[in-house]
Nanobody, 115 residues
Framework: QVQLVESGGGLVQAGGSLRLSCAASGSIFSFNAMGWYRQAPGKQRELVAAFMRGGSTTYADSVKGRFTISRDNAKDTIYLQMISLKPEDTAVYYC?????????WGQGTQVTVSS
């Protein structure tokens, strides 16, 4: 069973930065896709950024130019660097990985951006 452990969330003022980490229990090379989702109160979970099969990346329009997804293959870890944070970025951020028909989720980490 794959385990994904997030860290790095917290409270930050608008305009600030945070970096989230997601450590996988196995090799991240085994995943077809891996990335970050978020869910704000009363809203559906949405894709924030992800590595897709073949190595390409995708970002939600709302975070382009502000968020950067990266990976450290040796540590089986992905990161989400977030800058110029806005109050509307407040949400629980979840790490996600997909392997064929299986989906794996982390427990989530809270990001709160105060105005």
């Amino acid at each position: 069973q794959v385990q994904l452990v997030e860290s790095g969330g917290g409270l930050v003022q608008a305009g600030g930065s945070l970096r989230l980490s997601c450590a996988a229990s196995g090799s991240i090379f085994s995943f077809n896709a891996m990335g970050w989702y978020r869910q704000a109160p009363g809203k559906q979970r949405e894709l924030v950024a992800a590595f897709m099969r073949g190595g390409s990346t995708t970002y939600a329009d709302s975070v382009k130019g502000r968020f950067t997804i990266s990976r450290d293959n040796a540590k089986d870890t992905i990161y989400l660097q977030m800058i110029s944070l806005k109050p509307e970025d407040t949400a629980v951020y979840y790490c996600h990985a997909a392997r064929w028909t299986n989906d794996f989720w982390g427990q989530g980490t809270q990001v709160t951006v105060s105005s």
